[in-house]
T-cell receptor
Framework: AQSVAQPEDQVNVAEGNPLTVKCTYS??????LFWYVQYPNRGLQFLLK??????LVKGSYGFEAEFNKSQTSFHLKKPSALVSDSALYFC????????????FGTGTRLQVFP | NAGVTQTPKFRVLKTGQSMTLLCAQD?????MYWYRQDPGMGLRLIHY???????AKGEVPDGYNVSRLKKQNFLLGLESAAPSQTSVYFC??????????????FGQGTRLTVV
């Protein structure tokens, strides 16, 4: 079965500092990995995805994520956090063997302090 | 370009009442999903559909039914609402993917309270 773990309920970081939001996954076969962001009272917005190729993928708003197959991880990163990055972040996975289901993690709340 | 539209945005139900949530997408997507979002639980997949006339169970299907009579619409039904179904419901859609690499587009959500 597919599953996603986001071990941190909340991440706090000062504006201008680098940020990392962690995600690990479990699937059969190759994974397709996604990051989404949710602002208050809004739906989820797509940030970036890993399908194949370069392990470092770049997405919207200066975010990037690093795929690590040996550690089954797909951590979200940004070199310099902004207060406006404060939101709820979700990692999601599809399996090559079951591409119909898109399974999400429990979410990590990012709080960026001025 | 509306994208994914959910109706209604808010609803309060009494225990035992029934209701239907409507999701409509104008992107000609084949895949559609219903999720519920609860604090500390993230998004959990209720039901999904890979095309018109087809539906399948997700992670938490009990107490819900769905129908996909038209490609652009995906309906979520609660036959007899329970307080445990108080949640925020999200609909999403994505285009057909042979490799699973397409992202999903989400609606704005429906906040349902069952009293």
């Amino acid at each position: 079965a597919q599953s996603v773990a986001q071990p941190e309920d909340q991440v706090n970081v000062a504006e201008g500092n680098p940020l990392t939001v962690k995600c690990t996954y479990s699937v059969s076969g190759n994974p397709y990995l996604f990051w989404y962001v949710q602002y208050p009272n809004r739906g989820l917005q797509f940030l970036l995805k890993y399908i194949t190729g370069d392990n470092l993928v770049k997405g919207s708003y200066g975010f990037e994520a690093e795929f690590n197959k040996s550690q089954t991880s797909f951590h979200l990163k940004k070199p310099s956090a902004l207060v406006s990055d404060s939101a709820l972040y979700f990692c999601a996975v599809r399996s090559l063997y079951n591409t119909d289901k898109l399974i999400f993690g429990t979410g990590t709340r990012l709080q960026v302090f001025p | 370009n509306a994208g994914v539209t959910q109706t209604p945005k808010f609803r309060v139900l009494k225990t035992g009442q029934s209701m239907t949530l409507l999701c409509a997408q104008d992107m000609n997507h084949e895949y559609m999903y219903w999720y519920r979002q609860d604090p500390g639980m993230g998004l959990r997949l209720i039901h999904y559909s890979v095309g018109e006339g087809t539906t399948a169970k997700g992670e938490v299907p009990d107490g819900y039914n769905v129908s996909r009579l038209k490609k652009q619409n995906f309906l979520l039904g609660l036959e007899s609402a329970a307080p445990s179904q108080t949640s925020v419901y999200f609909c999403a859609s994505s285009r057909f993917q042979q490799a699973g690499d397409t992202e999903a587009f989400f609606g704005q959500g429906t906040r349902l309270t069952v009293v």
